[in-house]
């Protein structure tokens, strides 16, 4: 018999306000996030571990996107299922429902734990109060899913976390309303297949993923045709907050691309500051600009263009 050896601790949850589905996973194994995380768009969220069986994730979602509620998908897996008692699962469905299953094979210590709308689970933990704080962090913190998501897994690792230490983690945040681009509810999608910290490099990830968000962000709002001053003033803030994230300071590309964006919406004197920010940072930048010319992303104007090379 092989299984995936996926021991760990992980939570699914469900954010009703900003509507968002979430599963969040680390363990002492390579890509944790290749098997144990599942979620989509509309549908719900899954987390499979232990002596792991990844094909609960896509048949649990199927059956949900079927009008099975979290606990009838996850009693029909297990019941077919010759090796349940080794399994480790939690599901979450488009209302909110929670179901878990902790074997009676899963290595010691091993357990789970559920509140409204999530439930963290784990096993081969160094102690049995691992899922209980990671619960009790879940339900005392604020922010956003993804950030309560780390904090629970934060809890989980001091408390002791797996037995054998720390290797991969991963988080996948979803929107709950469902799109005909599933693509476009994907909110979040980080791992760290490999590292010696990697929930301190998932937090890092997930700090530069915000940074992106806030300069699409930005760019969304430059690109709206009836651009005013209270717009420009709002998408400037959203860049500032890209910009001023410490993950991204010896990163040029939101300030470029963001420059490239004011010269569209007709604001070359607020993009030639940024410009020549980002050619001190690295002269190869300059190189690119006449390049958008072809891509019609700049216009084919040469004193324009002259002018940004020059800054």
Request: charged share 25%.
């Amino acid at each position: 018999m092989i299984m995936s050896l996926a021991h760990t601790y992980s939570i699914v949850a469900y954010d009703q306000e900003n509507q968002q589905f979430g599963v969040a996973v680390q363990s002492h194994y390579f890509n944790v996030g290749g098997g144990v995380p599942w979620a989509e768009p509309g549908i719900g969220a899954v987390a499979t571990q232990a002596f792991t069986d990844p094909s609960y994730g896509p048949l649990g979602l199927a059956l949900i996107r079927a009008g099975k509620t979290a606990n009838q998908s996850l009693e029909g897996l297990i019941a077919s299922d010759p090796d349940a008692d080794m399994r480790q699962v939690a599901m979450i469905d488009n209302k909110g429902n929670v179901a878990t299953h902790t074997g009676s094979k899963c290595i010691p210590m091993a357990g789970h734990k559920q509140g409204e709308y999530y439930s963290v689970q784990a096993n081969l933990m160094l102690k049995d109060t691992v899922w209980d704080a990671m619960a009790h962090a879940y339900e005392n913190s604020s922010g956003d899913l993804a950030e309560r998501m780390m904090l629970s897994l934060e809890a989980a690792e001091n408390e002791g976390g797996d037995i054998r230490g720390k290797q991969s983690a991963s988080l996948l945040v979803v929107s709950s309303q469902l799109d005909p681009s599933p693509w476009k509810g994907r909110i979040f999608d980080l791992r760290v297949d490999d590292h010696p910290e990697p929930l301190h490099e998932l937090r890092r990830l997930l700090s530069v993923s915000r940074a992106y968000k806030y300069q699409y962000a930005a760019s969304e709002i430059l690109s709206d045709e009836n651009l005013d001053q209270s717009k420009l003033e709002l998408a400037n803030k959203e860049f500032q907050k890209a910009a001023q994230t410490p993950e991204m300071a010896d990163n040029p590309e939101l300030t470029f691309w963001y420059a490239v964006d004011l010269v569209s919406a007709d604001q070359l004197d607020l993009a030639l500051p940024l410009f020549k920010e980002v050619f001190n940072t690295n002269p190869i930048w300059r190189e690119l600009v006449p390049r958008l010319v072809q891509s019609e992303i700049l216009a084919d104007d040469e004193k324009l263009i002259k002018k940004i090379v020059d800054v």
